[in-house]
């Protein structure tokens, strides 16, 4: 069992994150202010720590320094305004693995905790390759496999499939999708989901996803 720490203070993106986290399997646990959350993750029961930069009290940076001048050396993605390069380079030099400017994807922020809990990879998951339906994808490259086909795709593209791949035989709505792969700002009345269906039909066969009349598409299985 996969235990994510979120340390942040906007209840939206923590609900956000968390939603995410619980869907994909790994188990989330929400802590709103810095000083909590440095108490939280010193306790030792967390694989991975996302830390929002801006938090009441004692900011994220703070809590960063505390928990590595502990001697923790849990994994650490910072969250950050959009284009503040101060804050990455403040960040990575306190000690974090990684970072994610807001606004973000779930699908972007989930591949980055993937790829820093590589080492410890979750019972029977298979950490490099997704398949389902005769369909490949692999994790490292980006390319997928159809049939006796492989094809690069665009990270959009990768995003959306590997969304599919991670629930086979699931409907997922065009809201579901829509805040995976294009983050928590998306615009819910937005056709990008169908057109991104259209260009991954046309890489892994048209058969391969259906449209559910009135709730979205699945993959088949």
Do not use: C
Request: glycine residues 12%; negative net charge.
């Amino acid at each position: 069992m996969t235990r994510i720490l979120i340390i942040e203070d906007e209840a939206r993106i923590a609900s956000f994150i968390s939603k995410g986290l619980s869907a994909s399997g790994l188990v989330p646990h929400v802590v709103e202010d810095g000083a909590s959350g440095l108490a939280v993750a010193l306790s030792g029961e967390f694989d991975l720590v996302v830390l929002d930069v801006g938090l009441p009290g004692m900011g994220g940076f703070e809590v960063l320094r505390r928990l590595r001048e502990s001697g923790d050396v849990t994994p650490v993605i910072i969250l950050t305004a959009r284009d503040s390069a101060s804050d990455v380079i403040a960040g990575l030099e306190g000690g974090a693995d990684d970072y994610m400017p807001k606004p973000f994807s779930f699908g972007e922020l989930l591949a980055r905790i993937r790829l820093r809990l590589r080492d410890v990879p979750t019972p029977g998951e298979d950490v490099t390759q997704l398949r389902a339906g005769g369909i490949v994808l692999d994790l490292r490259s980006r390319r997928v496999t159809a049939g006796d086909r492989t094809t690069d795709l665009s990270s959009r593209e990768f995003l959306l499939l590997e969304s599919f791949l991670r629930h086979p035989g699931q409907v997922l709505s065009r809201e579901q999708l829509l805040s995976q792969v294009w983050g928590y700002d998306f615009d819910p009345g937005s056709n990008i989901v169908d057109v991104y269906v259209r260009y991954l039909r046309r890489k892994i066969g048209a058969a391969a996803i259906e449209t559910v009349r009135g709730m979205g598409y699945r993959l088949r299985g």
